[in-house]
């Protein structure tokens, strides 16, 4: 989609063209020229005096006015400064010129005269002068004092970084998983790289709340208040000359870290350049990705992308940064995505967030990311809920799920169209077949690109005396084929346990290292370097936004309305989402593969879930929808967390003295020396939801209406779901119950579901403002009895565990097995060959059965669904997600 223009430079171009042609109106001289012409200068006059042009010609002239006043105020200090030196009357033609420093000294005033002669004339006699010369031959002596107590200088040397601190600069909160560092320390960053100096001195005075009443908080730059930062041209100069410096530090810091800090030589430049390069690329005329990322291809280089698409990703930032909003990378993807092996926050998601977080924060942006990745699972089932699932809100979507769905592409095209369509935001989005990414990119105006590892810029590891040279972050990452040894032994750094100065230890028996540790699971360097590719390409968008937030406020403030509105941009993209002829890509083939509705390739779906992680944690979960059984009982999460305090911390997070820390290169100043919080929900908000759409957790369940011969049952239970806040933010805690057996792993990912056998009676949900007839579950029909103790209390055979779970659905019997489903009371009983026709197996564990799909329906109303499974000792049915629209 072609970028809008600014329209002052248009109406520029046409005031200059009048100038080019000497006075003509342009439309010529000969036949056909128009009579009666204005003059050049009525002509420039009506341009210039046009109502478009009015805020811009006030700021000129107020610009103008300015010049001449400081003009004359320095002929005025001119005027003081050169003294005329009178003379006697018989000396009125000489002219003295006093120079004001001379003024404080015994030196002699230089007169000339009318002859060009120099006289010297001695100047008034002051008595002060000599008074205010004596300190300054007393302060050696000040000195002596300091020479002959050399040890009670150390105290005051130590205590000399205070004063250069501003209290008026908020402290950054710091980050969980590093120690503070000293002042000291602190200090020599600081000299070195720099630091944040930027503070608002008129905070008290600005406007409060003045976007929310505009669709994305896109206000006209004429509505902003007389006061509001946007316009304050010394503001928005002095916030946009700290943020360019805080960027480009950011960006020396990170190649610092992997040895790539200047200087350098011209070899190793080419290194430094391509180890974060992106390539833009033709799209209209590409038909695959550069070569770095083909089928066989290293990519390890920063990514690909096009130039529409980073100028959409510049859009964005600019946006977040002029509401001072949220921005929200979301990464979708199997096992390696999730980080399994390491913990949590090595993950590289979590890796790009502990840099760019601070970054943000000075910006005026609350950065939010989350891993939304599942072990052993593809996106298809966050994906059809995307909005709920993994939230309406994403600026940045990653998808990363290659080996768990390369060979379904109709999945990953409605998990992608799902995102682009269904949310409050319409996401940039990188990874995925090139094919797809194309499509939306030619069709829809969507921006795509996908990044890389980074691996162009690490160093060859040769053996363990070399490999102790190099830096720290890019040790053991890439080495020589007979050292391969080195690169294994040293992939992981993670623990389950660490014992507590308080003395609690768990209930559960703790493993010696996490499970996951598998050669086909990346190792903490390179979810590391990952991290820092994506924190890398994101501080280049940063850095473009800043300087045409710079470019584009030459002439005054605020910024121009189409460098970063967003309403009109999302809403062209999400309509063609939703309009694209049926027969491109490959979304369709989910009705002859799947037997899933058609119409989802084009409809924005709802969902609810009790896998996690889920971007609205409490508002997303299918307990919201639940209907209590007539005693009051729902089900609910009934693991215990071991404790609530704050975890031991970790070494691995540690840094080695005299390797490069990047955080506090970026942070440039002390953090704050607070206790860490209370473990809970700590970054991330629940999401935000438009006004047509209430917030999902404030569902009430009508409890007074009845269904025909339907009564909720007692004996629903949650299995699976992690104990904590799983969320798959950064500073969330997910998974601290008793039963761990990895307690510090800290990962997101949980198969939760309502599970419920056939003592159950019925699970009944209430879906709200259902639009298009369209009803979708996802169950689970694998689960055991001791996951469902309500109704049950029953071991397997002799109490024994098995090794691994059967996700095959059992043997059910003919004869007696039914499973019941009601759509507001019109219940349909399938027996156990249509049930079995009817569910169907998409991918791993993802099994789902169509139960509306009414292509008629035309009301907008709350529909109750209810599900029970009758005649069958050896099937536990869960329920985990829910999809409608």
């Known amino acids: 989609m072609a970028q809008p223009t600014i329209p002052v430079d248009d109406s520029l171009e046409e005031v200059e063209g009048l100038i080019r042609m000497g006075g003509s109106s342009g439309v010529g001289t000969g036949r056909g020229a128009r009579k009666n012409q204005k003059s050049y200068a009525e002509l420039c006059l009506a341009e210039l005096m046009d109502p478009k042009h009015r805020k811009r010609i006030m700021i000129l002239s107020f610009v103008v006015v300015m010049l001449l006043l400081m003009a004359a105020n320095d002929m005025g200090q001119a005027e003081n400064g050169s003294k005329k030196v009178k003379q006697e009357e018989e000396e009125p033609t000489k002219i003295t010129f006093v120079d004001p420093a001379d003024l404080a000294t015994n030196a002699p005033v230089i007169v000339i005269d009318e002859s060009g002669s120099v006289v010297d004339v001695e100047p008034p006699p002051k008595e002060e002068k000599p008074k205010e010369e004596e300190p300054k031959e007393e302060k050696p002596k000040e000195e002596e004092p300091k020479e002959e107590k050399p040890k009670e200088e150390e105290p005051k040397q130590e205590e000399k970084p205070k004063p250069k601190r501003n209290d008026k600069i908020p402290l950054l909160e710091k980050d969980l998983e590093t120690l503070p560092i000293d002042d000291t320390k602190r200090d020599e960053l600081a000299e070195k790289y720099g630091k944040w100096g930027f503070w608002d001195g008129d905070a008290e005075i600005r406007p409060k709340d003045y976007l929310s009443k505009y669709p994305n908080s896109d206000i006209p730059g004429d509505d902003f208040p007389q006061d509001a930062w946007q316009t304050d041209a010394v503001y928005v100069n002095h916030f946009l000359n700290d943020a360019d410096k805080l960027i480009d530090r950011a960006m020396e810091a990170i190649f610092e ?19 974060f390069h992106w390539e833009k690329i033709d799209m209209a005329n590409a038909n695959e990705p550069p070569s770095e990322f083909s089928k066989r291809g290293a990519r390890d280089i920063g990514g690909w992308t096009t130039k529409r698409s980073m100028d959409g990703l510049v859009r964005r930032l600019t946006h977040a940064m002029m509401t001072q909003d949220t921005f929200t990378v979301v990464l979708a993807g199997h096992s390696a995505a999730q980080g399994q092996g390491n913990h949590f926050r090595q993950s590289y998601a979590m890796q790009f967030h502990h840099i760019m977080k601070p970054i943000f924060e000075r910006l005026g942006v609350k950065l939010i990311t989350r891993n939304m990745s599942q072990g052993g699972l593809g996106t298809l089932q966050g994906g059809m809920g995307s909005r709920h699932i993994y939230g309406s809100e994403i600026d940045l979507f990653l998808w990363d799920s290659g080996m768990t769905e390369n060979g379904v592409p109709h999945h990953i095209d409605l998990v992608l169209r799902q995102v682009l369509m269904s949310g409050n935001r319409v996401p940039v989005v990188w990874g995925g077949p090139f094919e797809l990414l194309k499509l939306y990119h030619e069709e829809c105006d969507a921006d795509v690109g996908e990044w890389g590892n980074g691996y162009a810029g690490i160093p060859e590891t040769v053996d363990e005396k070399q490999g102790e040279t190099l830096p720290w972050a890019a040790r053991n990452m ?39 540790q598998v050669k086909w699971h990346p190792g903490w360097r390179p979810h590391q370097l990952m991290g820092r590719v994506l ?19 030459m002439t005054g403030q605020p910024l121009d309305d189409s460098y970063w509105h967003v309403t009109d941009y999302y809403e062209n993209i999400r309509s063609k989402v939703m309009k694209m002829d049926p027969k491109l890509g490959k979304c369709p083939d989910i009705a002859e593969n799947d037997s899933l509705p058609a119409r989802l390739c084009s409809t924005p779906l709802n969902g609810r879930t009790q896998y996690t992680p889920r971007a609205d944690y409490e508002g997303a979960s299918l307990t919201t929808l639940v209907k209590p059984a007539p005693s009051g009982r729902a089900p609910k999460n009934e693991l215990k967390a071991l404790y609530d305090g704050p975890d031991m911390h970790i070494p691995a997070y540690d840094i080695p003295e005299g390797q490069v820390d990047v955080l506090s290169i970026v942070m440039g100043r002390r953090r704050q020396l607070r206790q860490r919080q209370r473990r809970r929900r700590l970054s991330s908000e ?39 806040i799983c969320d798959g933010s950064y500073d969330a805690v997910c998974s601290h119950d008793t039963k761990q057996e990895c307690f510090l792993l800290g990962h997101h ?39 469902n103790p309500t109704t049950s209390r029953w071991k397997s055979v002799n109490n024994e565990r098995k090794l691994m779970r059967s996700y095959n659905t059992p043997t059910l019997n003919n004869e007696t097995f039914a499973f019941d489903y009601a759509i507001d009371g019109e219940i349909t009983t399938l027996n156990t060959q249509e049930f079995l026709e009817r569910k169907h197996n998409l991918q791993r564990v993802v099994e789902t059965m169509t139960l509306l799909n009414d292509e008629d329906w035309k009301d907008e109303k709350d529909v109750e669904v209810a599900i029970r499974i009758r005649g069958t000792d050896d099937m536990v049915l869960g329920v985990s997600h829910v999809y409608w629209a």
């Not at 030589?265 to 180890?275: G, Q």
């Not at 690169?487 to 100065?501: F, G, L």
């Not at 049952?713 to 992690?722: C, L, V």
């Open 749 to 787: 990912d949980g198969r939760g579901a309502i599970v419920g056998s056939e003592y159950a009676g019925w699970l009944v949900m209430t879906l709200p403002k259902v639009q298009k007839g369209l009803i979708v579950v996802k169950l689970q029909t694998w689960h055991t009895k001791d996951e």
């Open 686 to 724: 629940p999401e935000t939801h438009s006004k047509e759409e209430p917030a999902i957790a404030t569902i009430v369940q009508q409890q007074d209406r009845q269904l025909d011969e339907i009564v909720p049952g007692e004996g629903w239970d949650i299995a699976m779901e992690p104990q904590g």
């Open 535 to 553: 924190a890398f390409s994101v501080l280049e968008a940063l850095e473009v936004a800043v300087n045409q937030w710079m470019g584009g406020t």
């Open 257 to 275: 870290e992997y040895g790539h800090g200047k200087p350098l030589p011209p070899e190793e430049l080419a290194s430094r350049f391509h180890m």
């Open 478 to 516: 890439k080495c020589v084929k007979e050292r391969e040894d080195l690169c294994n032994e040293n992939r992981y750094s993670s623990v389950c346990w660490i014992d507590r100065e308080d003395g609690i230890k768990p209930e559960q028996g703790q493993r010696e290292r996490p499970r996951g």
